[in-house]
C-alpha cells in the first residue's frame, strides 16, 4: 500500500499559509486553532493506493511481483513466464516479443550470474525478493546497445520503512527447493541490506531418442544412426550480498554493494547407440552396436561489486550520476564420455576434460540530466567496458592399449579474451506544440576484440546507435506510441572460440571467430490504454529487420578430421552469419480486474512472421509462430487467493528445421494470516503430465535428424513466507512534524 498525500498535502499548506497572511497578525489562540486545523486537513488528505500488477510505459513494460500473491512462490524464471510480452519455453529459454538476444540487468546494473548459464541464474533468484522486472522493448541511448530483442531489468526489493524489517521465504516441492532470507535497516539518511538466497533442482530424468539418416556426397552409402536413452539433471546454487545507501547530505549520495555467486549443475546420460551402414555399390550392410555413458559437471563462482555516487543541483530533475560496476568469475567445467560395443570389455572409445577459466570485468559510466525548461531536457553520459576471459582445456584421450586416459596436446590450449566497449550518448526529451511528446537520442559504441587462439584475429568495429519515441497522450489515459531502436547482439566468448567440444563425437560443437556482429532496426507502433479501476490493455504491430543474423548451422561430415584424429558421421554445429531476417508481428495484451477487483484476468497474445534473404541458404520463408499466455486469479475473503495460469509456445521452423511446441499449467493459492505479516502457498505445475514432448527435426541436403525428448515438468510445492519487524511506512503527521512545528 503506498501512501500519496504530498499533492494534496502542498495544496493545504498553502491555502492554510495564505490564510494566515490575510488575517495579518491575529492571536495566539487563533494560531493555534490554525494549526490544529493544519493537523486535521493533513490527516484528512492520506490517500491509500496499490499499483497495477501491470503497468504500461512508454518504453517498456512493468511487472509488480510484489502486488502479485501468488508470484511469490518459485524464482526469477517462473515470474518472467507471467510478464506481458515474454515468452519462456520448457528449457528455460527467454525471448522479448519473440526475439531471444536480450540484455539482462538487476537493479539496472549488469551482474556476472548472467554470463555463464542464464537458465541457472534465473532460478537463484527467488521470486519473493523481487519487487518488479522492467521488460524494455524501445530501449533509449542511455542503455548499452546489446540486445537486439531488448532489456530484462530485475528489480529487488528495497524497504524505505525506518528500523529493522526483514522476509523470510522457503519453499519445498518434488523439483524445486528454494530458501532466502532478507534484512533491512534504515534511518534519516542510511539504510543497509543483507540477503542470502539458495536453490535446488532435484534429480529429474529426461529420457531422450534419435534417428538420424545421412548420406554421403555421392549418394553411394547411407549411414542409419538410432540414439536412445537418458539424461539425469540436477542443479544447485546460492547467493548471497550486502547493499547500502547513505545520503551524505541533501544533494550528495553514495551507494554500494557486493555479493556473492555460486551455481553448479551435473547431468549424467546413458544412451543405446546403433548404426547401421549401407553401400548401394555393393549391397553389403554393417551394423555396429553399442552405448555411450556420460558425465557433465560445470559450476561457477563469482563475486559481483558496485559503488555509485548522485548529485543533485537546486534545480529540479538537474544530476550527475557516476557508476563502477566489477565483477570476478571463476567457471569451471568438466565432461568425460565412453563408447563401448555391445558385449565388449573396454571402451573402444572415450574423451575427458576439464575446463577452468575466469571472467572479468569493469564498468565506468557517467550520466548527466540537465532540464532546460519544464518541457525540454537534455541527457549526455560515456562508458567503458573491460571484459577479459581466461580458459584452460586441458584433454585427455583413452588409449585403448593401455587402457588408460592420456593427455592430448593437440586438443588441450590456454586461451585469453579480452573485449573493450567504448560509448558515449546524447539524448533529449522535449514536447512538439504541446502535444508530441518526443524523446531522442544517439549512441556511439566502438568495439576491440583479441582471442589469442592460432591463427585468429577478429577486426575492430564502431557502431551508431539512434533511438526515437513519440508519443501523445490522450485524456482518457491512452497513449499512442511510434517507436524506433538500432540494437546489436555481439557474439559471446563461447560462439567465438574455435575450440571443438567433442564430448559427443557424433554431435561436435564449436565457434566461429568469423562471427559479425548481429545489427537489429526495431520499429513499434502501438495504442495503449490504462483504466481507472487498475486495469491497462495495449496493442502493438512490430517490425525487426536483422542484418548479419546469426542462426546455429549444423553440416553433417561422413568423416570429419580434428587435430589428427578422424571421426565417422559427425555432425558439426555452429554459429554462422546467414543474411537479413524480417520479423513482423501483433501483439494485445490486457489485464482487467472484474467484480469489484476480486477477480483478474491478464492475457498476452503474440504472432510473428519471418522471413530470411540469405546468400548462403537463399530466401526463407520461416512461417509464422505464437505465443499465448493467459492468468486468472480470484481474491477471496479472508485474504486467500486462487490462480490458474497457462503458456502457450507454437513449434517454430528454423533455419535447418523445426524446434518444438511446449504447453504448460500452473495452478496456485496463497493465504495470508497474522496480519498479512506470514502466508502460505502452493503450486502445482503440469499436474496431469509428468513430461512435455519435445519433438526438434534438422533437414539438409545430405543429413535428417529426428529427435525426441521427454522432458520432465510436473510438480508440486509449497511455501511459506513471514515478514517482521516494521512494515508500514510512518503516518503523513510524523513525516511533517518539522512543518507543523514552525511558528505560525
Given at each position: 500500500?503506498?501512501q500519496?498525500?504530498?499533492?494534496?498535502?502542498v495544496?493545504?499548506t498553502?491555502?492554510?499559509?495564505?490564510?494566515?497572511?490575510?488575517?495579518d497578525?491575529?492571536?495566539?489562540k487563533?494560531n493555534?486553532t490554525?494549526?490544529?486545523?493544519?493537523?486535521?486537513?493533513?490527516?484528512?488528505?492520506?490517500?491509500?493506493?496499490?499499483?497495477a500488477?501491470?503497468?504500461?510505459?512508454?518504453?517498456k513494460?512493468?511487472?509488480?511481483v510484489?502486488n502479485?500473491?501468488?508470484?511469490?512462490n518459485g524464482a526469477?524464471?517462473?515470474?518472467?513466464?507471467?510478464?506481458?510480452q515474454?515468452?519462456?519455453?520448457?528449457?528455460?529459454?527467454?525471448?522479448?516479443?519473440?526475439?531471444p538476444?536480450?540484455?539482462?540487468?538487476?537493479?539496472?546494473?549488469?551482474?556476472?550470474?548472467?554470463?555463464?548459464s542464464?537458465?541457472?541464474?534465473?532460478?537463484?533468484?527467488?521470486a519473493?525478493?523481487?519487487k518488479?522486472?522492467?521488460?524494455?522493448?524501445?530501449?533509449?541511448?542511455?542503455?548499452?546497445?546489446?540486445?537486439t530483442?531488448?532489456?530484462i531489468?530485475i528489480?529487488?526489493?528495497?524497504?524505505k520503512?525506518?528500523?529493522i524489517?526483514?522476509?523470510i521465504?522457503?519453499s519445498?516441492?518434488?523439483?524445486?527447493?528454494?530458501g532466502?532470507?532478507?534484512?533491512?535497516?534504515r534511518?534519516?539518511?542510511?539504510?543497509m541490506?543483507?540477503?542470502?538466497?539458495?536453490?535446488?533442482q532435484?534429480?529429474?530424468?529426461?529420457?531422450?531418442?534419435?534417428?538420424?539418416?545421412?548420406?554421403?556426397i555421392?549418394?553411394?552409402?547411407?549411414?542409419?544412426?538410432?540414439?536412445?536413452?537418458?539424461?539425469d539433471?540436477q542443479?544447485?546454487?546460492?547467493?548471497?550480498?550486502?547493499?547500502?545507501?547513505w545520503?551524505?547530505n541533501k544533494?550528495?549520495?553514495?551507494?554500494?554493494?557486493?555479493?556473492?555467486?555460486?551455481?553448479?549443475?551435473?547431468?549424467v546420460g546413458?544412451?543405446?547407440?546403433e548404426?547401421y551402414i549401407?553401400d548401394?555399390?555393393?549391397s553389403?550392410f554393417?551394423?555396429?552396436?553399442?552405448?555411450?555413458?556420460?558425465?557433465?559437471?560445470?559450476?561457477?563462482s563469482?563475486?559481483?561489486?558496485?559503488?555509485?555516487y548522485?548529485k543533485?543541483?537546486?534545480?529540479?530533475?538537474?544530476?550527475?550520476?557516476?557508476?563502477?560496476?566489477?565483477s570476478?568469475?571463476?567457471?569451471?567445467?568438466?565432461?568425460i564420455?565412453?563408447?563401448?560395443?555391445?558385449g565388449?570389455?573396454?571402451?573402444?572409445?572415450?574423451?575427458?576434460?576439464n575446463?577452468?577459466?575466469t571472467?572479468?570485468?569493469?564498468?565506468i559510466?557517467?550520466?548527466?540530466?540537465?532540464?532546460v525548461?519544464?518541457?525540454?531536457?537534455f541527457?549526455?553520459?560515456?562508458?567503458t567496458i573491460?571484459?577479459h576471459?581466461?580458459?584452460?582445456?586441458d584433454v585427455?584421450?583413452?588409449?585403448?592399449?593401455s587402457?588408460?586416459?592420456?593427455?592430448?596436446?593437440?586438443?588441450s590450449?590456454?586461451l585469453?579474451?579480452?573485449?573493450?566497449?567504448y560509448?558515449a550518448?546524447?539524448?533529449?526529451?522535449?514536447?512538439?506544440?504541446?502535444?508530441?511528446?518526443?524523446?531522442?537520442?544517439?549512441?556511439?559504441e566502438?568495439?576491440?576484440?583479441?582471442?589469442?587462439?592460432?591463427?585468429?584475429h577478429?577486426?575492430?568495429y564502431?557502431?551508431?546507435?539512434?533511438?526515437?519515441?513519440?508519443s501523445?497522450?490522450?485524456n482518457n489515459?491512452?497513449?499512442?506510441?511510434?517507436?524506433?531502436?538500432?540494437?546489436?547482439?555481439?557474439?559471446?566468448?563461447?560462439?567465438l572460440?574455435?575450440?571443438?567440444?567433442?564430448?559427443?563425437?557424433?554431435?561436435?560443437?564449436?565457434?566461429?571467430?568469423?562471427?559479425?556482429?548481429e545489427?537489429?532496426?526495431?520499429?513499434?507502433?502501438?495504442?495503449?490504454?490504462?483504466?481507472?479501476n487498475?486495469?491497462n490493455?495495449?496493442?502493438?504491430?512490430?517490425?525487426?529487420?536483422n542484418t548479419?543474423?546469426?542462426?546455429?548451422i549444423?553440416t553433417f561430415y561422413?568423416?570429419?578430421?580434428?587435430?589428427?584424429?578422424?571421426?565417422?558421421?559427425?555432425?558439426?554445429?555452429s554459429?554462422?552469419?546467414?543474411?537479413?531476417?524480417?520479423?513482423?508481428?501483433?501483439?494485445?495484451?490486457?489485464?482487467?480486474?472484474?467484480?469489484?477487483?476480486?477477480?483478474n484476468?491478464r492475457?498476452?497474445?503474440?504472432?510473428?512472421?519471418?522471413?530470411i534473404?540469405?546468400?548462403y541458404f537463399?530466401n526463407?520463408?520461416?512461417?509464422?509462430?505464437?505465443r499465448?499466455?493467459?492468468?486468472l486469479n480470484?481474491?477471496?475473503?479472508?485474504?486467500?487467493?486462487l490462480?490458474?495460469?497457462?503458456?502457450y509456445?507454437?513449434?517454430a521452423?528454423?533455419i535447418?528445421?523445426?524446434?518444438?511446441q511446449?504447453?504448460?499449467?500452473?495452478?496456485a493459492g496463497?493465504?495470508?494470516?497474522?496480519?498479512?505479516?506470514?502466508?502460505?502457498?502452493f503450486?502445482?505445475?503440469?499436474?496431469?503430465n509428468?513430461?512435455?514432448?519435445?519433438?526438434?527435426?534438422?533437414?539438409?541436403?545430405?543429413?535428417d535428424?529426428?529427435?525426441v525428448?521427454q522432458?520432465?515438468?510436473?510438480?508440486f510445492?509449497?511455501?511459506?513466507?513471514y515478514?517482521?519487524?516494521k512494515?508500514?511506512l510512518?503516518?503523513?503527521?510524523?513525516?511533517?512534524?518539522?512543518?507543523?512545528?514552525?511558528?505560525?
Open positions: 500500500m503506498k500519496i498525500p504530498v499533492l494534496l498535502t495544496i493545504s498553502i491555502f492554510v499559509n495564505a490564510q494566515s497572511k490575510k488575517t497578525l491575529a492571536g495566539k487563533e493555534d490554525l494549526k490544529t486545523d493544519k493537523v486535521k486537513i493533513i490527516q484528512e488528505v492520506i490517500i491509500s493506493g496499490k499499483k500488477v501491470v503497468e504500461n510505459k512508454i518504453d513494460i512493468v511487472y509488480n510484489a502479485d500473491l501468488t508470484s511469490q526469477a524464471i517462473d515470474v518472467l513466464r507471467k510478464v506481458p515474454v515468452t519462456v519455453d520448457a528449457d528455460g529459454n527467454v525471448e522479448l516479443q519473440g526475439n538476444n536480450i540484455r539482462f540487468l538487476i537493479n539496472g546494473k549488469p551482474s556476472s550470474i548472467f554470463g555463464n542464464l537458465a541457472d541464474a534465473l532460478a537463484s533468484i527467488p519473493g525478493q523481487i518488479s522486472i522492467e521488460a524494455v522493448t524501445s530501449p533509449g541511448s542511455k542503455y548499452d546497445a546489446q540486445g530483442g531488448g532489456i531489468n528489480i529487488l526489493n528495497e524497504t520503512v525506518k528500523g524489517n526483514g522476509i521465504n522457503a519445498a516441492g518434488t523439483r524445486f527447493e528454494t532466502s532470507l532478507n534484512l533491512s535497516y534511518n534519516n539518511n542510511f539504510s541490506n543483507a540477503f542470502f538466497s539458495g536453490n535446488a532435484l534429480k529429474s530424468l529426461t529420457p531422450f531418442s534419435q534417428e538420424r539418416l545421412s548420406r554421403d555421392q549418394g553411394n552409402s547411407q549411414t542409419r544412426l538410432l540414439q536412445d536413452g537418458y539424461t539433471f542443479r544447485h546454487g546460492y547467493r548471497t550480498g550486502v547493499s547500502f545507501d545520503s551524505i544533494e550528495n549520495t553514495v551507494s554500494g554493494s557486493i555479493s556473492y555467486n555460486n551455481f553448479s549443475n551435473k547431468n546413458f544412451i543405446n547407440q548404426q549401407t548401394f555399390s555393393d553389403s554393417e551394423s555396429i552396436l553399442g552405448y555411450r555413458n556420460s558425465y557433465n559437471r560445470s559450476t561457477v563469482s563475486i559481483d561489486g558496485s559503488l555509485s548522485r543533485t543541483f537546486q534545480k529540479e530533475g538537474q544530476e550527475l550520476t557516476a557508476d563502477y560496476v566489477v570476478y568469475g571463476t567457471p569451471e567445467s568438466c565432461y564420455q565412453t563408447q563401448s560395443l555391445n565388449a570389455v573396454f571402451p573402444y572409445n572415450g574423451i575427458s576434460a575446463n577452468p577459466g571472467d572479468n570485468s569493469h564498468n559510466s557517467i550520466d548527466y540530466v540537465h532540464p525548461s519544464d518541457n525540454i531536457t541527457e549526455m553520459g560515456a562508458k573491460f571484459q576471459i581466461t580458459n584452460s582445456t585427455h584421450v583413452y588409449n585403448t592399449l587402457n588408460q586416459y592420456e593427455p592430448d596436446p593437440l586438443q590450449y590456454h585469453n579474451y579480452d573485449m573493450g566497449v560509448a550518448y546524447f539524448s533529449s526529451s522535449f514536447k512538439f506544440y504541446n502535444w508530441l511528446d518526443v524523446r531522442a537520442g544517439a549512441r556511439y566502438f568495439t576491440t576484440l583479441k582471442i589469442d587462439f592460432p591463427g585468429t577478429i577486426p575492430s564502431s557502431l551508431l546507435i539512434p533511438s526515437l519515441i513519440l501523445h497522450k490522450f489515459n491512452g497513449t499512442l506510441k511510434l517507436a524506433y531502436s538500432r540494437r546489436v547482439e555481439r557474439p559471446e566468448y563461447a560462439e572460440n574455435p575450440f571443438l567440444n567433442i564430448s559427443d563425437p557424433h554431435n561436435i560443437t564449436t565457434g566461429n571467430p568469423a562471427l559479425k556482429p545489427i537489429g532496426n526495431n520499429m513499434e507502433f502501438g495504442y495503449s490504454k490504462n483504466f481507472d487498475g486495469g490493455i495495449s496493442m502493438t504491430l512490430t517490425e525487426r529487420i548479419q543474423d546469426l542462426k546455429q549444423t561422413p568423416v570429419f578430421t580434428a587435430n589428427g584424429v578422424e571421426y565417422n558421421d559427425v555432425s558439426v554445429t554459429r554462422k552469419n546467414v543474411g537479413k531476417e524480417y520479423n513482423s508481428g501483433g501483439i494485445i495484451t490486457a489485464s482487467l480486474p472484474f467484480c469489484n477487483n476480486k477477480l484476468v492475457g498476452n497474445f503474440m504472432a510473428f512472421h519471418r522471413y534473404v540469405s546468400d537463399g526463407i520463408d520461416m512461417g509464422f509462430r505464437y499465448l499466455n493467459l492468468n480470484y481474491q477471496f475473503a479472508n485474504d486467500y487467493i490462480e490458474a495460469f497457462g503458456n509456445n507454437s513449434a521452423k528454423n535447418q528445421g523445426k524446434n518444438p511446449s504447453i504448460t499449467y500452473t495452478l496463497r493465504k495470508m494470516f497474522w496480519n498479512k505479516k506470514a502466508s502460505i502457498g503450486t502445482m505445475t503440469n499436474p496431469f509428468k513430461y512435455i514432448r519435445q519433438v526438434t527435426t534438422v533437414i539438409t541436403g545430405d543429413y535428424s529426428y529427435s525428448r522432458l520432465p515438468f510436473r510438480s510445492g509449497l511455501s511459506f513466507s515478514k517482521f519487524g512494515t508500514e510512518k503516518k503523513e503527521k510524523d513525516i511533517n512534524k518539522d512543518f507543523l512545528n514552525e511558528p505560525m
